[in-house]
């Protein structure tokens, strides 16, 4: 299930979203993309909770403000950090030694964005600084109103003195998404046991060009929408036009609630055509 996400100019996104899971990150299928386009913000938002075996609901965040647009009807670059919404982290005591810290960016806006750049930080009450990381976003692409989860970990003893922070680094706008196409899920399913949660499906591609590069992005979402876990698995699989291929995917929460719910997303890469000499 490994494999190499290609970064090149992103036209036509493809993407299924449904309801699913997710926890632990694919080490192997971390995203290379290095922005090109940086717009440097300080725009943070701050998780004073620490990490309990059922967390307690994130504080509520404010409605976006309509979006400026330029004469083609297009949000325009400047105003993109102030647009997007960022989900505060909820952290966990992923060992005695070590926390992670889990959370949303949100798309509210009508065009899609890539290349999504973000601070995870760990601070005291105090100000003071105990770690910090900066990530990009796995998923490629985020639609419009839809979202995409984040993750990182931390060197550091959880303790009530502490609270999480997350800052935008970096966005673009998805511009050129001519290389992505659609694929459909169908049959889903989630499963939800003592110590995972499980969901399957089957994926189809209604074509007309062959699918590449297949990544499936699953997210575990408390009741309130905060994420308890999420997974990133990539197929080697090229499906073509017509076929379809199973998928199932376990979850380990991070949280123990039991009320959770699931959502499932996939992305693919169209195939080059070749042009004949």
Request: proline residues 9%; contains cysteine.
């Amino acid at each position: 299930m490994n494999g190499r996400w290609g970064w090149r100019p992103l036209t036509l996104s493809l993407f299924i979203s449904v309801f699913v899971v997710a926890c632990n990150v694919v080490s192997n299928i971390s995203s290379t993309i290095t922005p090109t386009e940086v717009l440097r913000v300080t725009l943070t938002l701050l998780q004073p909770r620490g990490p309990t075996e059922t967390p307690t609901p994130r504080q509520s965040q404010s409605t976006p403000a309509p979006a400026p647009v330029t004469p083609g009807g297009d949000i325009s670059k400047e105003a993109l950090p102030e647009l997007l919404d960022l989900e505060p982290p909820r952290c966990y005591a992923e060992t005695p030694q070590t926390t992670v810290c889990l959370g949303l960016v949100n798309n509210p806006l009508p065009q899609t964005l890539q290349r999504v750049s973000l601070r995870i930080a760990v601070e005291t009450y105090d100000s003071e600084l105990r770690a910090e990381r900066v990530i990009t976003l796995e998923q490629a692409l985020i639609l419009p109103n839809t979202s995409a989860p984040y993750r990182s970990s931390f060197p550091v003893h959880w303790s009530d003195n502490l609270m999480s922070a997350v800052s935008l680094v970096s966005v673009e706008l998805a511009l050129d998404q001519s290389s992505y196409m659609t694929l459909v899920t169908e049959a889903e399913q989630g499963e939800s046991t003592a110590e995972r949660y499980s969901v399957s499906a089957t994926i189809y591609n209604p074509g007309p060009d062959a699918a590449v590069n297949i990544r499936a992005i699953v997210m575990l979402l408390e009741s309130d929408g905060s994420v308890a876990g999420y997974r990133v698995v990539s197929f080697d699989n090229r499906l073509s036009q017509g076929e379809r291929m199973p998928l199932r995917i376990d979850i380990v929460p991070y949280s123990r609630s039991r009320n959770l719910n699931h959502y499932l997303y996939v992305e693919a890469q169209r195939e080059p055509i070749e042009n004949p000499e």
